[in-house]
């Protein structure tokens, strides 16, 4: 085995460079057929000639409540998610509580009906799911899996290795407003923003792009744990190329740059739940824009950077003030449990 | 909601009947589309014309590892036999971690091996996964997550609706194994067997059913949390007739007997992890059970009662003294987390 670490961390639930060892030196080796595919959003399969994604994420969130959303909710929209930016649209999902023993039922119901309600608006059908106690102590109110399967979009193809140079880098909207909020409700700062978790489903913002661009669409992520910056990462990495980033016209809300300033983070690095990442050909990138933009929600987005020759393999920024900085990928974990 | 618990209880999580209310009256109302799919081991999903089944399992056993098994391995036999019960055969899987911090490498390193030797087993290819880490005392070590595919076998039609008097129920080999080598295990009390987790999978003794009797299958079930009593109430309520046991006829190891004897368990409630029950018609009884025995480590499988009319929606014994007992499905949790 190539991972060497003797325990387990925080920092190998956090998505970054720590996560990526774990997967790559234990996981991948050991469990996958396919190890390209431990590190794709959904993997691809194919069932009795049927092309189906298939997805699943475990949900432990710390509180199970905070402005604008919850435990239940990032659930449905992170599987969801998942299976968008991997271009194909949710059909069916199944669920796993697992309960700590003495959690309120009004609790558990709270997040049964954010579920529901998160469903709904996703189109998607929840088909069955299982239930587990455990002794108080043993776990943190509840935790949540959910896993689902949808059916690839026509004509949608991600595939890091598609990405050429001159291609251009879009985000759905301002990042970094959910790993903040999480943090912000933990009150173990004494901070105050007026902001919310962008907790989301972005399958129509995906759709619109399919529907306009789909044979422009070179890649797709959602920067969740990790933030803006991880994946961005290991695209460069996938990809062989640099991606180059345009500070000014990137998207951040107030609050969360003045909370990064605070504490020493860089928003880059914090995490999204309702954002999506799309590498786009150059001659299809205002169509892809505006198409985003038109969608409900979507008028935040930008294009942002592009890719590419040097230097391979990074993320680098062209600040305001006509210099660059170089990106890493999250390394440690500032803001555990936030997802 | 019809869920009127004020909070969750180790029951909620044991299969038995506290389980069943939560689950008929919080979580189907609100989540399943279809209600009558939450209570199946697998669900059926119509994909690009392709029908699917589907389904997923939290594991939480303690300890983590115990004779004959562990966590690793129940996590991807669950989710196959899951998928084998409901008539289908496992394609692909999926797996989340929830890790606890300072968990040793080498207990992880162990459980993915475990895993990997039984997806192998199963002829189950893993292509994606999940990890989270939550903080010490926040997890038990670590809770693996499972969710499958698979295709329906030819022929197969697992549905409790069309099981009829006279029919025979057949399991797969002798029970309680597992529920009672867990409770040993965890050396609460000072008893000692030569016992062993009956963990398998057990889609070879499906299939070799479905070869020589598909038509023949009614209703199928892999009796774990609740027992074979639970499974079988379930299926008397569901098809609305009795259940008749021959007490002669179950087969159950004598250290399984003995532990339930002196803690007062009676073994039809005690969890299996490699069995099944299949309810099979008259005329094509004998060629099940041949085929079921003439599979590796089918060699115990029995026939051990028959549907009658009356009294509908019960589970009868007919004991040795020519007596005959209601057996009631399981209330309370005797054995917590033993999956």
Redesign the interface.
């Known amino acids: 085995?190539r991972?060497k670490?003797?325990?387990?961390?925080?920092?190998?639930?956090?998505g970054g460079k720590a996560?990526r060892k774990?997967?790559e030196g234990?996981?991948a080796p050991?469990?996958?057929?396919?190890a390209a595919?431990?590190l794709?959003d959904?993997?691809r399969?194919e069932?009795?000639?049927?092309?189906?994604a298939?997805?699943?994420?475990?949900?432990?969130v710390r509180p199970l409540r905070f402005p604008g959303g919850s435990i239940g909710e990032l659930a449905v929209n992170g599987t969801v998610n998942d299976l968008a930016v991997s271009g194909a649209k949710a059909?069916?999902m199944?669920?796993?509580?697992?309960?700590?023993?003495?959690?309120?039922?009004t609790v558990?119901?709270a997040e049964?009906?954010a579920?529901?309600a998160a469903?709904k608006r996703a189109g998607v059908?929840?088909?069955?799911?299982?239930?587990?106690?455990?002794?108080r102590?043993?776990?943190?109110g509840m935790?949540i899996?959910t896993?689902g399967?949808g059916?690839p979009m026509r004509g949608v193809h991600v595939d890091a290795r598609t990405v050429r140079p001159g291609d251009k880098i879009l985000i759905s909207g301002p990042f970094g407003d959910h790993g903040i909020t999480i943090l912000l409700a933990r009150q173990d700062l004494d901070l105050e923003a007026d902001l919310v978790s962008d907790t989301r489903s972005v399958l129509p913002m995906v759709e619109a792009i399919a529907a306009e661009a789909a044979t422009g669409i070179r890649w797709m992520r959602d920067p969740t744990r990790g933030g803006v910056a991880t994946a961005l990462n290991e695209l460069a990495r996938d990809c062989g190329l640099a991606v180059e980033l345009n500070e000014e016209e990137i998207p951040i809300h107030d609050a969360v740059r003045g909370a990064c300033e605070l504490l020493g983070l860089d928003p880059l690095h914090i995490a999204n739940e309702g954002q999506f990442l799309a590498v786009v050909s150059a001659e299809y990138a205002d169509a892809a824009l505006n198409a985003v933009r038109m969608t409900d929600g979507g008028d935040e987005a930008q294009i942002i950077g592009q890719i590419r020759e040097q230097p391979a393999g990074a993320v680098v920024v062209n600040t305001r003030y006509r210099g660059t900085r170089i990106v890493e990928m999250l390394v440690g974990d500032p803001l555990?449990?936030i997802c």
């Open positions: 085995m991972f670490d003797t325990q387990i961390e925080m920092s190998h639930g956090a996560s774990l997967v234990l996981f050991l469990l996958l057929t396919d595919q431990m794709s959904a993997a399969v069932m009795g000639g049927t092309a189906i298939f997805t699943t994420d475990s949900f432990v059909s069916a199944v669920v796993t509580f697992i309960l700590e023993e003495g959690l309120a039922s558990l119901e049964v009906r579920m529901s469903l059908s929840m088909v069955g799911g299982d239930t587990k106690v455990v002794e102590g043993k776990a943190d935790y899996t896993a399967i059916i555990p449990r």
